[in-house]
C-alpha cells in the first residue's frame, strides 16, 4: 500500500497540479455561469450593459481563446508551469487572469475551490498509484468526451 500523501505534499506536486489544471481548462465541470443581470447601467470597456440585460460568461469558450493559449485544443498540461514556453500568450505575454477561470473568480469565487482541488489531486494520486488505465476505446485516444451539463438560473449583478 503506499504513503498517503498530506496537503503539503500534494501542493508541491507540480505535474499533477497543472495535470488538475489543464484538464479544467479542457473540459470545465461547469461551460457556463448561471444567468446573470445588471442591476444599473454599466460600461465595460467597449461594451455597455443596461440595467436588467442577462448575460452568461462562457468559461470553455474563455479557456480556448487562441489569443490566451498556445495550440488552445490540445492537452498540454506543462502550460500551467512557470518555466514552460506554453504558460505565456502567443504573443508572449502574461495571460489575462481571467482566461482561466474554471472556478469564476473575484467575489464570486466558488466557495468549494480549495475542497475541490485538494479532492481531485488526491483523488488521482489514489487512483494512479492503486490502478493501471487503458482506453476503453481507441477513439478516445483522439476525441475528447463531451460534458454537457448546464446550470441555468439568474442571479442579480450588482455593481
Known amino acids: 500500500m503506499g504513503q498517503v500523501l498530506d496537503e503539503e505534499e500534494l501542493g508541491s506536486l507540480l505535474h499533477l497540479s497543472c495535470v488538475v489544471s489543464e484538464s479544467l481548462r479542457f473540459e470545465p465541470a461547469v461551460s457556463t455561469s448561471v444567468t446573470a443581470y445588471m442591476t444599473k447601467d454599466v460600461k465595460l470597456k467597449n461594451l455597455w450593459l443596461r440595467k436588467d440585460d442577462k448575460f452568461i460568461i462562457q468559461i470553455r469558450h474563455l479557456h480556448m481563446n487562441p489569443d490566451e493559449w498556445i495550440e488552445p485544443h490540445r492537452y498540454i498540461p506543462e502550460r500551467f508551469d512557470q518555466n514552460s514556453p506554453y504558460y505565456l500568450t502567443p ?69
Not at 485516444?141 to 454537457?148: L, M, Q, R, S, Y
Open 91 to 159: 504573443k508572449g505575454e502574461k495571460r489575462n487572469p481571467f482566461s482561466f477561470i474554471p472556478f469564476i473568480g473575484g467575489k464570486r469565487v466558488c466557495l468549494g475551490k480549495t475542497f475541490a482541488d485538494l479532492t481531485m489531486k488526491n483523488t488521482i494520486s489514489g487512483l494512479v498509484n492503486s490502478f493501471n488505465f487503458e482506453f476503453s476505446d481507441e477513439k478516445y485516444k483522439t476525441e475528447w468526451p463531451i460534458n454537457n451539463i448546464q446550470v441555468n438560473f439568474q442571479v442579480p449583478m450588482p455593481v
